[in-house]
Nanobody
Framework: QVQLVESGGGLVQPGGSLRLSCAAS????????MNWYRQAPGKERELVAT????????RYADSMKGRFTISRDNVRSTVYLQMNSLKPEDTAVYYC?????????WGQGTQVTVSS
């Protein structure tokens, strides 16, 4: 069965960096687009970044462009989100996402808190 497991969240000061990881299993990882979403308290879940199956095409929400980088390792079946220049408004639970046969799969999420 499809499994997505995020890690790497934590508490970081404004201007700091974090690298999130999402380990995937249960499907042919290299064949699918992968996404990162986030959900801040009291807000709807929003798309952060998307990466194509072989990593050649990446897309970002406007507020993340230039600060976040999505990447993947198809040998390790892992997708990453490098987050730099973090701001307090980046505080949220970050989720890995796969759309597989018309169904959305989510990990458990990893909390990112940006605060001094």
């Amino acid at each position: 069965q499809v499994q997505l497991v995020e890690s790497g969240g934590g508490l970081v000061q404004p201007g700091g960096s974090l690298r999130l990881s999402c380990a995937a299993s249960g499907f042919t990882f290299s064949a699918y687009v992968m996404n990162w979403y986030r959900q801040a308290p009291g807000k709807e879940r929003e798309l952060v970044a998307t990466i194509s199956s072989f990593g050649g095409d990446t897309r970002y929400a406007d507020s993340m462009k230039g600060r976040f980088t999505i990447s993947r390792d198809n040998v390790r079946s892992t997708v990453y989100l490098q987050m730099n220049s973090l701001k307090p408004e980046d505080t949220a639970v970050y989720y890995c996402n796969l759309r597989y046969y018309g169904k959305d799969y989510w990990g458990q999420g990893t909390q990112v808190t940006v605060s001094s």
